[in-house]
């Protein structure tokens, strides 16, 4: 699948713009929270893309794949400015549905 620099630099546009929401006059931080999940992820999201362009894959296994990076989300600079911890994990899951929609949409357009 050509071109994945272009979508992951979309993806942590879009990333990067839902966290910066919650980070107030911490947008550069939060913009460096969403390069780190998206570079930590890369590899998976790469590898898991190109198996289901190739059948071995299901786009719901992808999903479910993708779910599991939310770990990966760590979100530092927003636990550095004292965002609760339920907001941490709203964001955290926030942002994993944002990169499941974006691998779910990278596949749809193969």
Known sequence: MPDFETFFTSLTARIGKL???A???HVKDAQRDAKAF???ARADFERWMAL???GQ???EDVAWLVQGKQELAQLLALKRVGLAEV???KLRQAVVQVAV???L???AKR
């Open 19 to 21: 966290l910066a929401g």
């Open 57 to 59: 894959l299901t786009p």
């Open 52 to 54: 289901t362009a190739a």
């Open 38 to 40: 998206v570079e930590a």
């Open 101 to 103: 929609d974006a691998v």
């Open 87 to 89: 907001e941490l994990v």
């Open 23 to 25: 980070a107030g006059k």
């Open 105 to 107: 949409e990278r596949l």
